[in-house]
């Protein structure tokens, strides 16, 4: 995929993207493409990129790669909640251990206490940073992420009975709760360089830790970060 050359006068093959539209390719050679589109068109894991190409175009990941929660409070395992873009229209299928989430702004719409239930709670990475309403994150089973862990001041984690963090991410990745406490009983860092960016809280909202509170590092690394 590249530009005519021709006649050598064009710099870039200028192509027009549509709102919510979703555009994946993969094993193609890309180059002098300038696309002009409100979402980024994803080149695959096996395309290469040629040089000259605009920034929208995205090259080592497909569009299943990320996934936005949107609709208000749900179920984990509702495919409704999920969409391809930031506050699009649901549908696209819940993340697995792959999948980049994200919840921000978009994602609720009522200023209230909500309940977001994770039923099948492993994704590659969380961010909830962006979120600005309150959120009731009713976490189910152990929670696996392959990746970054960032809350936001605004998520409470009510308390489940012997529930197990697990962090097994690959490189350099980052944890942030904003010091809100994450009602679990073990934290486990099973793989990869983890850094905290914030302090990591597992004790109940009364500030008391649980008798049964314990943190795991098995071939892993924590950064306190103080």
């Given amino acids: 995929i590249s530009r005519n050359v021709e006649d050598g006068t064009a710099t870039y093959c200028w192509i027009e993207g549509s709102t919510n539209t979703i555009v994946d ?3 193609c050679y890309i180059s002098d493409i300038s696309l002009n589109s409100p979402t980024p068109w994803y080149a695959g894991k096996n395309s290469v990129n040629l040089g000259n190409n605009t920034p929208n175009i995205i090259f080592g990941q497909n569009s299943t790669a990320t996934k936005y929660w949107v609709g208000n409070g749900g179920n984990w395992s509702d495919v409704s909640h999920w969409s391809l873009f930031s506050g699009g229209l649901g549908g696209a299928n819940y993340p697995d251990s792959s999948t980049a989430v994200i919840f921000d702004a978009s994602s609720f719409n009522i200023d209230s206490c909500l309940y977001t239930h994770i039923d099948t709670s492993s994704f590659k ?3 909830m940073s962006a979120v600005d309403q309150s959120v009731y994150l009713y976490i189910k089973n ?3 992420c392959y990746g ?6 605004k998520v409470i984690l009510p308390y489940q009975t012997y529930k197990r963090f ?3 991410g690959v490189g350099d990745n980052y944890i ?3 010091g809100i406490p994450l009602m679990a009983n073990y934290i486990h860092i099973d793989a990869g ?3 905290l960016e914030g302090d990591l809280n597992i004790t109940d909202i009364t500030g008391n830790p649980y008798s049964t509170s314990q943190l795991y590092l098995n071939d892993a690394s924590l950064d306190m970060n103080n």
């Fill in 193 to 195: 360089n983890y850094t």
């Fill in 148 to 153: 970054d862990f960032i809350l936001s001041p």
């Fill in 142 to 144: 152990d929670l696996n």
């Fill in 176 to 178: 942030n709760t904003y």
């Fill in 166 to 168: 697990r962090f097994k």
């Fill in 25 to 27: 390719m993969n094993y």
């Fill in 125 to 127: 990475s969380i961010n």
